[in-house]
């Protein structure tokens, strides 16, 4: 596999697309997958396909974000409804759109098809992770020189299960200053910009501890990290789908502080 053949993840440099026209690539029955690769969609059968575009604006489930849903059609009315989307397990920097058609006929390798995704679930989900981002500023802003150890770790921005997780022992008393500052921040209505750096760049800025290990993420030799910047809060390197300004993430609610084994994770909700 070349890098050419991997696909051009449209939603990073435009998230703000929620139809698109691309050609198809390769449509491969469920069954006939390598096993890697089903264990990506383990609700799938022999009535599902993975179909594969030259680009997608469906964001692929991954950096604690869910994947997009939404729909393929052809001009012919063959439509395929995509239930999940994955990076391939096997060919790096290629993604699988799980789902099923319409009707026995599928898609051709070379035909053109309009994406189309559910936008009020891309919008809840841009929402969470950019409140997740947030809160993960409003955590080191308050407590990276109290907490011994401190560091972000990881984080999950799916509806009902949203956390951020720090190495270090973050008592409950810091819940209510967390809360005022994720506050402060959504309030602000800072912007958030998405930007494209090389290692040059997070050195010159003093911020080697964000760089990604090239060897766990799916980037071409060459290709710069795309961050996303939270002007006046913090950058983070990220993949993901974000709102333009932090008060577009709307109420956001610290729930609990939970600690073990020396980590701590904070939960959180934005309002629906």
């Not at 005022?180 to 090389?198: C, G, I, M």
């Not at 710069?224 to 333009?244: L, M, Q, S």
Request: proline letters at 3%.
């Amino acid at each position: 596999m070349t890098w050419t053949d991997r696909t051009f993840l449209a939603f990073q440099h435009n998230a703000k697309l929620h139809n698109l026209q691309t050609i198809v690539k390769a449509i491969h029955p469920f069954a006939a997958l390598e096993e890697s690769n089903r264990q990506l969609f383990k609700q799938g059968t022999d009535e599902d396909y993975a179909v594969i575009t030259e680009q997608t604006i469906f964001h692929p489930q991954g950096g604690g974000q869910p994947s997009d849903e939404g729909t393929m059609a052809h001009a012919s009315g063959v439509a395929f409804t995509v239930a999940a989307v994955r990076m391939d397990a096997v060919r790096e920097g290629q993604v699988l759109h799980f789902g099923r058609f319409n009707q026995p006929t599928v898609f051709s390798e070379g035909d053109t098809v309009e994406q189309a995704i559910d936008a009020d679930k891309r919008l809840l989900y841009s929402r969470l992770h950019t409140a997740g981002h947030v809160l993960g500023a409003a955590v080191r802003h308050l407590l990276e020189k109290e907490v011994e150890g401190f560091d972000e770790l990881k984080a999950s921005h799916f509806p009902d299960a949203a956390a951020c997780e720090f190495q270090g022992v973050i008592d409950g008393k810091w819940k209510d200053a967390i809360q005022a500052k994720v506050n402060e921040f959504v309030d602000a209505k800072l912007p958030v910009e998405v930007d494209w750096w090389d290692e040059k760049e997070f050195r010159r800025r003093g911020l080697e501890r964000l760089l990604p290990d090239r060897g766990s993420v799916s980037i071409a030799p060459g290709e710069k990290f795309r961050v996303v910047n939270i002007v006046g809060a913090e950058v983070y390197p990220c993949g993901g789908t974000h709102v333009d300004t932090t008060d577009l993430c709307g109420s956001t609610t610290v729930r609990k502080i939970t600690r073990k084994a020396g980590k701590s994770k904070v939960s959180y909700t934005v309002a629906e």
